[in-house]
Nanobody, 126 residues
Framework: QMQFVESGGGLVQPGGSLRLSCAAS????????IGWFRQAPGKEREGVSCITSSGGNTNYRDSVKGRFTISRDNAKNTVYLQMNSLKPEDTAIYYCATVIEIFQATCVMAPLQGSWGQGTQVTVSS
């Protein structure tokens, strides 16, 4: 059974940094593109970033470009999201999921799976 466990969230001041981890189990991570998503209170879940199965290509939503970096370690079955220069509007629960991959050349921030893990809470506040 495909499962994800997200961790690394917490309370941080504006301008601070966090590194989120997404540990996968029940499947071979290297076969899938993976994306990070987030959901703020009262808002729809939105795609934040994704990375192709090889790790060779990434995509980001405009509001996090230049601040967030996605990476993966297939040997550890883990995907990371390094978040720098955090802003209050980044406050949300962050989730990871398998996403659409096109010819292993690019990924689309659209989840393939129908269920989600518990996520990890990120709160940016002074």
């Amino acid at each position: 059974q495909m499962q994800f466990v997200e961790s690394g969230g917490g309370l941080v001041q504006p301008g601070g940094s966090l590194r989120l981890s997404c540990a996968a189990s029940g499947f071979t991570l290297e076969d899938y593109a993976i994306g990070w998503f987030r959901q703020a209170p009262g808002k729809e879940r939105e795609g934040v970033s994704c990375i192709t199965s090889s790790g060779g290509n990434t995509n980001y939503r405009d509001s996090v470009k230049g601040r967030f970096t996605i990476s993966r370690d297939n040997a550890k079955n883990t995907v990371y999201l390094q978040m720098n220069s955090l802003k209050p509007e980044d406050t949300a629960i962050y989730y990871c999921a398998t996403v659409i991959e096109i010819f292993q050349a690019t990924c689309v921030m659209a989840p393939l799976q129908g269920s989600w893990g518990q996520g990890t809470q990120v709160t940016v506040s002074s």
